[in-house]
């Protein structure tokens, strides 16, 4: 009998910690959200992440603020995200830098993407295009190429650093046509691409927004597309993969969460941005900025599609010799 009390007693305790924690995901959120982005404020991740978070405060009647901590390649705003209680009152805005590649190209990364990360969803992504300057004697990929191989080591190209995006995306484009580009990296692509239309350099690889108005004005023209489907709205940048088959990379945007946020929350936000990112009043609008909706998605969707593209990039990595620092 004493055996039964005791049990009882277990359990009417045990009952009661459920009850409140339910409650609590019930009445989430009771305060206001933070979301940590791990670019400048400005800049575009920056700018999708605010069209995002502004919908989705509305939605659920909250106050969302945005904390741009920037430095290190993605690494200061994604730890600070970690270290975050996981109570769903701090959010990552994630890219493939914070989530995935600097798993491959940073020593000692101060955080683990798979364990201190729950992937909420993927929110967008955008390719990058290879531009050149007007005078350069190459108008496709198949051309430069060409040009390269008579020129070994004579041309350049301006990128935001071997570790970075574009520095990969132009790393591989070496190793796979068998060519030798040397790259030019800078620490605020503006640089370079001011350093691009002065004929200073010969190449760039830059992402959409930055290269629409400077392929729009002449300054610019487009090599190839680092998707393998063209892009919407910049359908005479041929996609890479028509001449290098399998190149396929873009820059994606989404929402992650500290692990350990309970799952009624995490489904509310999955759920929440997912009617944000089917609407087209949003998908328009992210589209002249170059960047595409990716839709909703359930949970179980958005981490493997991340966990996807491990291997990919460490396959690039790997292939192109690059130690990790």
Not at 108 to 124: C, G, Q, S, T
Not at 150 to 178: C, E, H, M, Q, Y
Request: net charge neutral; proline share 8%; glycine share 8%.
């Amino acid at each position: 009998m004493q055996t039964t009390r005791r049990d009882l007693v277990v359990g009417g305790a045990a009952s009661t910690l459920l009850s409140t924690a339910t409650r609590a995901q019930t009445a989430w959120p009771s305060q206001p959200v933070k979301v940590v982005v791990t670019q400048a404020a400005g800049g575009t991740p920056d700018i999708v992440c605010r069209m995002v978070m502004e919908r989705l405060s509305k939605a659920l009647g909250q106050q969302i603020f945005i904390e741009n901590k920037p430095g290190a390649g993605n690494v200061i705003g994604a730890q600070a995200a970690a270290r975050a209680a996981p109570d769903g009152y701090t959010l990552l805005w994630s890219t493939a830098a914070s989530l995935i590649t600097n798993v491959f190209t940073v020593k000692a990364l101060p955080y683990e993407p798979k364990k201190d990360f729950v992937n909420i969803v993927r929110a967008a992504k955008g390719p990058f295009i290879v531009v050149a300057h007007p005078s350069l004697p190459a108008d496709n990929l198949r051309e430069l190429i060409a040009l390269a191989k008579s020129k070994p080591g004579a041309l350049s190209i301006a990128t935001d650093g071997p570790r970075n995006f574009s520095g990969l995306v132009a790393a591989w484009l070496n190793k796979t046509a068998g060519i030798d580009i040397k790259q030019v990296p800078y620490a605020t692509m503006p640089q370079g691409i001011q350093d691009t239309i002065a004929g200073r350099l010969e190449l760039a690889v830059l992402a959409i927004p930055s290269a629409g108005p400077q392929m729009a004005a002449g300054k610019l023209k487009p090599i190839g597309v680092t998707s393998a489907q063209r892009a919407p709205g910049y359908e005479t940048a041929t996609p890479i993969a028509e001449t290098l088959p399998g190149f396929d990379f873009y820059g994606w945007l989404g929402v992650a969460a500290p692990a350990g946020v309970p799952r009624p929350i995490l489904e509310r936000l999955n759920a929440e941005i997912g009617k944000i990112l089917e609407d087209k009043e949003f998908a328009e609008p992210l589209a002249k900025i170059g960047f595409y909706s990716l839709g909703a998605a359930s949970l179980e969707k958005a981490a493997a599609e991340v966990n996807a593209e491990f291997d990919v990039w460490k396959k690039v990595v790997t292939e192109i010799g690059l130690e990790p620092e």
